[in-house]
Structures are given as C-alpha cells and as structure tokens.
C-alpha cells in the first residue's frame, strides 16, 4: 500500500494498529485473538487495511489482483469493529502492566479500568 493510514490491519498477522492519537510518535500493534472475526467471509480477500488513508482509493488492499479500494467500497462493515477489539486488547496490556509493576520504582495510581480510541 502507497498510503500511511491513520489505522492498519493485517489480516495474515490477525494484528490492528493505531497510529493515531495517543500513539501517533510511537504505533502500537495489538493481536487480537478471535478467530471467528478473522474467518468473517467478507474478508477472504482482504489482505490489509490502511484505514484514515489520504487517498482512500488506497485504504483496502485485496490478496488477488482486485484493485485497491476505499473502505466504504470494500463493504467491511463498520471500523469500530476493528477499534473496539484493539481497545479491548489495550487495555489488558495496561492491566497486565499494571499488575506487574515494580513497586519499589514510584506510585502507580489506580489499576486502568478503560481504554477508548475515541471511535471514527
């Protein structure tokens, strides 16, 4: 894909990543553990999405040689299916950080019991 989008999506990795917002200096990838998802039959032939991209006729990459298309034309349903899933994962991470935290380092605060990308 020619375009960075503010999102991507790399079905054979099962992985989402924002680049946007609080992780727009350094993206963060999540997997995300739920194959009935990923088997979905409307992404058969989606190889990778670069979603928020400046040219949205490069935003869905396909694994045959459908040309590249926007979102809206993939017909993938909604993105905060994607968003609501890398939230869900960022906020285990947080968690698990949280849990595992040195105690001797400095105060942590509350254990995070939220995480929001703030939907497209």
């Known amino acids: 894909m020619a375009s960075k989008g503010t999102w991507s999506v790399i079905f054979d990795d099962k992985v989402v990543v924002k680049k946007t917002g ?3 200096a350094e993206p963060m ?3 995300i553990d739920d194959d ?3 088997s979905q039959a409307k992404f058969s032939n989606i190889w990778a999405i670069q979603y928020g991209c400046a040219n949205p006729d490069d935003e869905v990459e396909h694994r045959d040689t459908t040309p ?4 809206a034309e993939a017909n993938l349903g909604d993105f ?8 869900a994962a960022h906020l ?7 849990d595992v935290w040195d105690e ?3 105060v942590k605060g509350p254990r995070p ?6 939907s497209v």
């Open 68 to 71: 590249h298309c926007t979102y």
């Open 29 to 31: 990838g999540h997997y």
């Open 92 to 98: 285990a991470k947080l968690q698990y950080d949280w």
């Open 113 to 118: 019991s939220s995480y929001s990308s703030n």
């Open 104 to 106: 001797e380092e400095s």
């Open 36 to 38: 009935a998802f990923w």
């Open 80 to 87: 905060n299916d994607f968003i609501t899933r890398f939230d």
């Open 22 to 24: 609080d992780m727009e």
